[in-house]
């Protein structure tokens, strides 16, 4: 098994791609999901502790008859909930290309051509959200680790006491930010208000910002949101990086859901003053349909992130190399051992172009639009907030409910979901806008057609029917 003939290769490889291939061509008939229970899947797991080995045939066929049934089916094309990729073949094998050649990006001597790849890759990002040129970064595991990488570089940039810092983000920003706050150990977040489509309100942000002032604390970083993950809303970027200037504070932006939509005409102009940011954060494991894990912190000044992450042990020291070849990549962010993530990447952006990716973005807000339409014109649909991006939020509100409380209303759509989602043929998940339940859905998905927003809508009246209200 450790060092498999060529011959055995080739079989493991064939199984591999032509489960691949039977899995793709059923998995638009298939369920999304289904009830499953934990106890269900540990008995179908071997738990011994294996000590002689067994086929790769054998491992597979787990991983065909347990693994694959019992997950929810992201690929699936009415797979709503979250904000979750379909993952493409393209990425899956160059995730097994970059396992393959184990490359380990700590710094360009460790791995010269793909740490040139992954910068090269960075600076095409950079190009897509309209940066200058001096713009740099690195991918990271996610957003979240984005995120904790912008603020910490803020967070350096800004000042000394850091239990005085304070930061600004509406109430409609990701957890993460709060979170990575938290660890850093910045003195105060402050959530400000947002307006009737969830975006931050400019004037709370200046009057929280001048009652710090007064106090005596220190304003250190705005973080704004480009597509938040409740409703899509972008909040008005050019007036807060105006307002970030004024009182020299550190703009990051929240981009991990919503910014690769930059690259739809139909919605590019919410994203205007992205590019002048302090930092950004990106998911590419979002929008651009790649596998997980790979997220992008991109920093308009990149010498500033090696004030919060630059070491110097003897350890890694580079000897003798020169300004090129002495790039590591630990100066910029918190990561040492980092997998090749940049050939998924690569791939993509290569591999489909620009033009393709747009039209598969573009094609996504359509569907989002399309179910507002279709809710629209129902009488037994109502929208809870309007679309902006690729997030959809409504409720189910049949005939037999229009006279009842909002408190019933939202009962009934919590019953409907845990429903619908064991039904499996449609997946939504759930938000709470303004103190009231809603039915959410984010299409992330190149293979969603505008047929299976009218699907879901079917299935949410058929699973609707055999709903109680409590
Ligand atoms: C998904 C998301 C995050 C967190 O990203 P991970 O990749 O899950 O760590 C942060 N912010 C927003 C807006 C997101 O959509």
């Not at 039977?22 to 000590?51: A, C, F, H, M, W």
């Amino acid at each position: 098994m450790l060092d498999p003939s060529p011959g055995e290769i080739r079989n493991w490889g064939n199984g591999v791609v032509q489960l691949m291939i039977d899995y793709l061509e059923n998995v638009d008939e298939g369920r999304v999901y289904g009830p499953i229970l934990s106890s269900e899947i540990r008995k179908q797991l071997e738990p011994s502790l294996p000590t002689k080995g067994c086929d790769f045939e054998e491992l597979l066929q787990v991983f065909r008859e347990t693994i694959i049934p019992l997950s929810r089916q992201n690929a699936h094309p009415r797979m709503f909930g979250y904000v979750q990729s379909p993952g493409t073949p393209v990425a899956a094998f160059a995730d097994l290309l970059a396992s393959f050649l184990n490359a380990n990006l700590t710094a360009w001597r460790s791995a010269p051509a793909p740490v040139e790849l992954e910068r090269l890759t960075i600076n095409w990002i950079r190009q897509i959200l309209g940066f200058e040129s001096g713009a740099g970064g690195l991918f990271l595991s996610g957003g979240s680790m984005a995120n904790l990488a912008a603020l910490a570089v803020a967070m350096q940039a800004k000042g000394k006491s850091r239990d005085r810092l304070c930061l600004y983000a509406s109430r409609e920003t990701h957890f993460s930010v709060s979170k990575a706050a938290r660890l850093l150990g910045m003195g105060k977040v402050h959530q400000i208000a947002v307006d009737e489509r969830f975006r931050m309100r400019t004037g709370d942000l200046r009057a929280k910002i001048a009652a710090d002032l007064e106090r005596g604390d220190l304003p250190c970083c705005v973080v704004a949101n480009a597509g938040t993950v409740n409703t899509g809303a972008v909040d008005p970027l050019t007036e807060i990086r105006e307002i970030a200037d004024l009182f020299k504070l550190w703009l990051h932006v929240d981009g991990s859901y919503g910014a690769f939509a930059v690259l739809a005409k139909s919605v590019s102009q919410l994203f205007a003053g992205l590019e002048r940011a302090d930092s950004v954060a990106l998911d590419p494991h979002k929008w651009l349909y790649l596998p997980v894990d790979v997220g992008c912190v991109i920093y308009r000044d990149p010498q500033m992130a090696r004030t919060a992450f630059a070491h110097h042990a003897e350890y890694t020291r580079v000897i003798g190399a020169e300004a090129e070849e002495a790039f590591a990549f630990w100066d910029y962010g918190p990561e040492l051992t980092r997998r090749f993530r940049a050939l998924k990447v690569w791939m993509l952006l290569k591999g489909a172009g620009l033009e393709s990716l747009s039209h598969a973005i573009e094609g996504n807000l359509a569907c989002a639009r399309h179910l507002q339409s279709l809710v629209e014109s129902s009488d037994d649909f109502e929208m809870a907030v309007p679309v902006e991006l690729s997030i959809f939020c409504f409720r189910h509100l049949p005939a037999r409910l229009r006279n009842e409380s909002p408190g019933v209303i939202d009962a009934y759509n919590e019953r409907l979901l845990v429903a619908l989602q064991r039904d499996g043929s449609s997946y939504l998940s759930n938000t709470t806008l303004d103190g009231r339940f809603a039915l959410r859905g984010c299409v992330l998905n190149y293979r969603t057609t505008l047929r299976d927003m009218e699907i879901l809508l079917e299935d949410v009246r058929r699973v609707g029917q055999a709903t109680s209200e409590p």
